[in-house]
């Protein structure tokens, strides 16, 4: 019978006792039909795991989890809200249909713009708590910039 180096035995016995490796073995760690959540398959139903709640639709797709589904739950949202603090945009980088509103908000202690790199559209100096909104009627992607701070702060609006 073949031994096994020491230093492989070793690495073994200590991934044991760490735990990493369960007592019985890898496969105990797999789920088994009818236990922690996942009910049995039927016969004939291709297999596979669902999660208990979620009931298998027509289609192969879940009910929406509300009851009926909205007729498009991805309707555009009319305004956008982005926050100025001092040295970046919140959030970063926002997706919104042609026709949106987006609305910057200056919640930092000092004067900011919001300035489209095209030089396109520009917003006034923004104290502390004032806004200016701005409606993209064409699908583009936007990259802007505060005047004050053209280095650190800047953000993206896709319009799509």
């Known amino acids: 019978m073949r031994r096994l180096p020491r230093a492989l ?3 073994l016995v200590l991934l044991g006792v760490i735990g990493l490796i369960p007592p019985d073995g890898p496969a105990s760690q797999q789920p088994q039909p009818g236990a922690g959540g996942y009910p049995a398959q039927p016969p004939g139903s291709g297999g596979g795991y669902r999660p208990s709640g979620y009931p ?7 009910p929406y989890p509300g009851g009926s589904q909205p007729a498009n739950p ?21 997706q ?14 000092h004067r900011h713009t ?14 502390p ?16 910039y505060c005047r004050h701070h053209r280095l650190t702060m800047s953000a993206t609006i896709v319009v799509k």
């Not at 982005?82 to 945009?89: K, L, N, Q, T």
């Not at 919001?114 to 104290?127: K, M, R, Y």
């Open 9 to 11: 035995v070793l690495a």
């Open 56 to 62: 298998q639709a027509p289609g192969g797709y879940r």
């Open 74 to 94: 991805y309707l555009p949202v009319a305004t956008t809200e982005v926050v100025i603090y001092d040295g970046y945009f919140y959030p970063p980088s926002i």
């Open 96 to 109: 919104v249909a042609p026709g949106a509103t987006i609305r910057w908000t200056n919640k930092g202690l």
């Open 114 to 127: 919001v300035t489209d790199l095209t030089g396109l559209w520009t917003s006034p100096e923004l104290a």
């Open 129 to 144: 708590n004032d806004s200016w909104s701005f409606t993209l009627r064409h699908p583009l992607n936007h990259y802007y």
